[in-house]
């Protein structure tokens, strides 16, 4: 059962293998050759024309085909200039996780690696994209604190500067944000992409998957075990998870007690104490059940918005899009406003608690906000000070006062009146 238990992540390679199909060239032929050649991939790219959708048929010999030959934790992408599809392996239902994304240079944000390649490939792939918006998933990945794994780094490791910058200055304290914001020297996309690196080679604890898997998790308000966490973050294998299961079954005392699962996992030299505890904060806030009971509202205390790693998070519901607003104006917050819902996002940039600039898929600035104003009741929020800094593209700026804003989406909600 040790032996079980030590098993380690195996990736080693810091560049991810990736085939690149192009709206020109036929999806079966290239897939079927791969298929034959027996090739394993960590990402598969298919480029879509927005003119011609995929008929079901189609869509199902992609996903058989893409299992087969993406690796465990491989990635299928689906591409075109308006949005982009991804579909990562679930190990929990050997299945697919689906992923949406407004824009399609979103995806450098999740995927580090895959920026050159992808901006290699396509030319209306943006990394420094000045529309690109910020979500929940930037800020748990930006907040939360990288922690080196238990292998430790050879004297003769063969690895790119950056990652080896970013290896030494993780000191298990420290936010990627804070790395940032003290000097490293590196851009934010070139340090993910480092972590990124870094997690395959498994000489860090996976971050950027756990961050996807929390920003979800709180999206559809879904608690979620420690264990599925682990598992579905790539921290623990579904075996190893298996194995501390049968363990903890195994040493039930007399009272009837067992173990608590973490504590096995530990013990185990799976994970650290640090990396645990990190964890327990993280179901606690992100998948508690006793965080989201009543209808998705955050705190015990029935407030609808709660401070968590220097921002205010929640969701539509009992606040709703016009109080939510308007708190922020009355506080004369400056800082960017982010609104998710079914992946469509609206980011609102306050200065002095004014709405400055405003963006809601193709609409812009007015428009946008009255249409945030006046018709969305549901998604989850993050307003962050840290992004008042953030440029917005010059479409997005409000001319209007936020009194009139108000009043103009107030009138759009009123029913009309008829007369006899």
Not at 184 to 204: F, T
Not at 293 to 312: C, N, V, Y
Request: hydrophobic share 40%.
């Amino acid at each position: 059962m040790d032996g079980d238990l030590a098993t380690c992540r195996s990736e080693t390679m810091s560049e991810p293998t990736a085939l690149f199909i192009s709206c020109n060239q036929s999806f079966k032929g290239e897939l079927n050759k791969a298929v034959c050649a027996g090739t394993s991939y960590d990402a598969i790219v298919i480029e879509l024309d927005d003119a011609n959708g995929l008929g079901l048929s189609d869509t199902a010999l992609i996903m058989s085909q893409a299992f087969t030959l993406l690796g465990s934790k491989g990635t299928l992408l689906l591409i075109s200039k308006q949005c982009a599809l991804t579909f990562g392996k679930d190990e929990l239902s050997t299945g697919f996780v689906t992923r949406s994304f407004n824009s399609p240079s979103a995806i450098v944000i999740r995927f580090p690696l895959l920026a050159n390649f992808l901006n290699n490939k396509l030319a209306y792939i943006r990394r420094q994209n000045p529309e690109l918006v910020s979500s929940l998933f930037e800020h748990v990945l930006l907040t939360s604190v990288p922690m080196r794994s238990n292998i430790a780094k050879r004297p003769d490791w063969i690895g790119m500067e950056d990652e080896h910058l970013v290896y030494d200055t993780i000191d298990g304290a420290s936010s990627v944000e804070q790395i940032l914001d003290n000097g490293c020297g590196l851009s934010r996309e070139a340090l993910l992409a480092a972590v990124e690196s870094l997690e395959r080679q498994g000489m860090i604890y996976p971050l950027l998957p756990r961050a996807e898997f929390l920003a979800s998790c709180y999206k559809v308000k879904r608690p979620f075990r420690l264990g599925h966490y682990m598992v579905a973050a790539g921290i623990l294998s579904q075996g190893q998870l298996e194995v501390c299961l049968e363990r903890q079954a195994e040493e039930v005392d007399s009272s009837g007690s067992k173990p608590l699962l973490g504590q096995l996992v530990v013990k185990a030299g799976l994970i650290s104490e640090q990396l645990l505890k990190s964890l327990l904060e993280d179901q606690s806030f992100w998948g508690g059940s006793q965080v989201l009971a009543s209808a998705g509202i955050l705190g015990d205390d029935g407030g609808s918005i709660k401070t968590f790693r220097g921002a205010m998070i929640g969701t539509l519901g009992n606040v709703d899009a016009l109080s939510l607003v308007q708190s922020i104006s009355s506080a004369r917050k400056n800082g960017l406003l982010v609104v998710e819902h079914r992946d469509k996002p609206v980011q609102i940039k306050f200065e002095e608690g004014q709405p400055t600039a405003a963006i809601l898929g193709d609409l812009g600035g007015d428009d946008a906000l009255r249409e945030f104003l006046g018709s969305w009741s549901e998604g989850s929020f993050v307003f962050r000070d840290q992004d008042a800094s953030k440029k917005m593209p010059e479409r997005s700026k409000v001319e209007n006062s936020l009194q009139k804003l108000v009043r103009d989406s107030i009138q759009v909600k009123r029913p009309a009146r008829f007369e006899n």
